[in-house]
């Protein structure tokens, strides 16, 4: 599995100065991402990927300009394929459904100006529809934990996390819509930073529900996050979700600032079984006190705003999302997103008024809870599954996983995925932290001095870090 | 129908400055305002009315006070019948859905807690379903033209603008989803301030489309609106609905700023076959243009949105509102209302989210048109109608009136509907400003300027004015 080109350092800000003391190149870095590419073929990571010829052409090209005017000069990075990149097909991981784009997602085109380097487009479930990366057809297939194979690797945005955690790529984009952007990052052992919704563009995305969608951030650390997270925010006139009060984006929280965490009331934690994961969160629990306060909230309004996304009628709107193919080629979905989409057509118009409204109360409530705290942290999945589990009852573990995810876009919160601690198996637990909208600098603050103290090694047994070390 | 009571001035600033300087009371205003609530009583403006006793016990009360203390000291005002006021019934026009709020609605308070003395509840359309006037059943009966019994008083809140236009109250709370607080201000020759979304508090209001409601202001005077809308405006934690992006309130205009008024292209007005009003409106742009610039703009994406409210989903908000009641006692449902309301159970969930994802496309169409214009002018309706015209043909005449303010919340804007004009026959002529949300400010004061430069005298034939002048 191992190769021989795989001794340079892809985290963003090493690479970025061995581009700047010039003692890498464009055609070096992309050679070993593709050599990658090609060692963790097995993991069903992609679902296309630029020519080698291309990819060399563009490499040629930032070699003729300077690294100083490009912050992202030369970074490799991969795209989950719900979000148009010109010259690639998207898919939302259903071939019937492929188109070639005309041109980049707006948020992909900030990156290519910045002069990252996009190698392919990642497999995912399909439609943005689930959170364990076992929802994806032939050819493209599973999308295996990069852990162990044998483990599921979160989704939807599968693809995305495993290219980052096995550093074929520098960082990746994924989309978030009920915690496709948090629980692969999670079961990857990397940071998924979910944005407030309509700071990053969904210009060019597929619609999940058109009105909760985000693109997500992953990276390895959340320095490298809070880099990115700057150099893609912008203002998109053509998105009609771009959200029209991005000058109240908080500030970072002051180095001074005292902290208040929320948790679940023990009684409203949910691991599903897992005791391992309950006393891997409780002990992370034990180290938030060492940098605050920490208080038991009500987790409940937000229980109930995730019920109303999965029992509610946002079902319809996931359906409206993609409403002619369904239409036109239900044979063409996977069975279980066509299972799940049928339920669109029972919800009426008043109940989703209904809904709405009540969303808008619990909307109020855990605003005004989270304006006491400085955050609230939860674990970001109650606990991982094998993927032969999920493929034996694949909706109820599904949505086990969204326990902690499922709310966030419904309420306007923004979050940041991170990881915790590891299980006895090697596998990671993650927590995420999440506050009101615009709270984006101020969560990644946080996460940094948790980040500070946790004494994790962020390090996936077959990831950069090890085989640095091998090389280095 | 005059009565020997009324040689006091009503009009706020004077009202104050007499209680200031200690020539009038509270007890004699009252007792002059209750001696006008019988000299319209065929006007049908009135719900419910608080007992003589009642009122003067309050009128004693603030008597032991300072008026200095009480921005609206002893000012007498009227709230529509679909807002909790304590002590009196609500009941949104229909007799069937009466109960007895415990408090008063948090709009209403803020105007008690500030001294002004509430006399009643208005008539309207039942359920603020209509912009007419005419949809208020037995026993409280059609609310007549403040200055033609013959013509609809325009609605839903048809009785608190025809309390102000006589000159019965010094100004009065209404509510609106689709024009209800700007068609009734036009009819009756008043200025009708359409907050921002959000504002002012709701509350304590009987929903419409919960979503969309506002409460809105009647006043003789856009000076008036203003002070009002300062007393009015607080954040209320327990409206779900309320604004949270409150802070970006736009400043008043500056005193230098140059004017540029977008008005829809000529073949995109409509005057439902009233030349007069054509003419009118033409006159009125004219008076704009020595005020500042006046550019064509394309009014489809306002008409489109409106066509959402009208034949897209949000009937089924309405129905949402008050479905136990529907569902309960269809048959105490005036019979235009069971009918329009009937429409709601057509309409599905992902139409729902269709027309939701369409109209936030049409939102950020016309915030940027807006973005490049001072306001937009349109005639506030497109013209007036006979009491019996309607009875004839309720639903396309009613529908004719929206065709100027059904799109207003919907896209998020504020607007303010002001006098500018006369029909042949004595009747008003009105117009709307409307901006971006936040823009109330702005836009109250670019209505003074045309206001100053109208030489429109806002004074209906049995208005206070003459009234004064006959007194004085």
């Given at each position: ?43 069903n ?25 490009l ?91 495993v ?45 999940a ?61 949910n ?66 997103i ?19 409204h ?12 989270l ?40 309420l ?19 927590i995420t ?22 004494g ?17």
């Amino acid at each position: 599995m191992n190769t021989s080109t795989d001794c340079l350092p892809l985290d963003l800000f090493s690479l970025r100065q061995a581009y700047l003391d010039g003692t890498t190149t464009v055609s070096a870095v992309i050679r070993q991402t593709l050599a990658r590419v090609k060692d963790f073929k097995n993991h069903n990571i992609w679902i296309s990927l630029y020519a080698e010829s291309t990819l060399m052409a563009q490499a040629k090209k930032l070699e003729g300009l300077n690294p100083h005017d490009l912050p992202l000069y030369g970074i490799p990075f991969a795209v989950k394929d719900n979000i148009d990149c010109a010259g690639l097909p998207t898919t939302a991981a259903c071939p019937g459904f492929s188109y070639l784009p005309a041109t980049s997602a707006f948020a992909v085109q900030r990156l290519l100006d910045a002069g990252a380097v996009l190698i392919g487009k990642t497999n995912m479930d399909q439609f943005a529809t689930g959170l364990t990366g076992t929802r994806s057809p032939e050819p493209y297939g599973i999308c295996k934990n990069a852990l162990n194979p044998d483990y599921i690797s979160g989704g939807s945005s599968s693809g995305s996390a495993v290219a980052v955690a096995l550093s074929i790529v520098s960082f990746s984009l994924g989309t978030d819509t009920a915690g496709s952007g948090r629980v692969p990052a999670a079961f990857n052992n990397i940071v998924g930073l979910k944005p407030t919704r309509g700071l990053l563009s969904c210009s060019g995305v597929v619609p999940a529900c058109k009105s909760l969608d985000c693109v997500s951030i992953f990276s390895p650390t959340l320095a490298e996050a809070e880099y990115l997270l700057d150099i893609v925010t912008a203002y998109d006139a053509h998105d009609s979700y771009a959200r029209s009060d991005r000058q109240l984006l908080a500030a970072d929280l002051s180095a001074t600032a005292k902290l208040r965490f929320g948790v679940p009331k023990p009684e409203q934690l949910n691991f599903f079984g897992d005791a391992e994961s309950q006393a891997l969160f409780a002990q992370t629990v034990a180290k938030l006190q060492t940098l605050g306060e920490v208080v038991a909230i009500d987790f409940q309004p937000f229980l109930e705003a995730a019920a109303l996304l999965y029992e509610g009628p946002w079902v319809a709107e996931r359906y409206a999302g993609i409403r002619p193919f369904i239409e036109t080629h239900p044979e063409q979905l996977h069975p279980v997103i066509l299972e799940i989409l049928a339920a669109a057509k029972t919800k009426n118009a008043i109940a989703a008024f209904d809904a709405l409204h009540r969303l808008q109360q619990l909307k109020r409530q855990t605003t005004t809870l989270l304006q006491g705290l400085s955050c609230i942290v939860v674990p970001t999945a109650p606990r991982i599954y094998r993927i032969e589990d999920v493929l034996a009852d694949p909706i109820r573990l599904n949505s086990n996983l969204g326990y902690y995810t499922n709310y966030m876009n419904l309420l306007d919160l923004a979050a940041v995925a991170i990881p915790a601690d590891f299980y006895a198996n090697g596998l990671p637990f993650g927590i995420t932290l999440f506050s009101t909208a615009l709270s984006d600098n101020r969560l990644l603050t946080i996460a940094k001095r948790f980040a500070g103290i946790s004494g994790q090694p962020p390090t996936p047994s077959n990831s950069r870090y090890q085989r640095l070390a091998v090389c280095g």
